[in-house]
């Protein structure tokens, strides 16, 4: 189930935190997305998903 989704513009991606089973839980876990109107691939990543230390180079 999907809570919370929204772009972010800092990472330039699609995020939104949701529901998912143990066994699919996994950081990497490549997930099928589909809704009413809507399909899409989505990745698990570990919480927090910004760059904290900012070690990535900005534009």
């Not at 800092?10 to 066994?23: E, G, Q, Y």
């Not at 990745?43 to 998903?49: D, G, K």
């Amino acid at each position: 189930m999907v809570n919370s989704p929204v772009w972010s513009h800092r990472i330039k991606k699609s995020l939104a935190l949701v529901h998912l089973h143990p066994d699919a839980a996994a950081p990497g876990t490549r997930l099928s997305v589909a809704g009413r109107d809507f399909s899409c691939e989505a990745i698990v990543e570990p919480i927090p998903f910004f760059d904290r230390d900012k070690s990535r180079t900005q534009a």
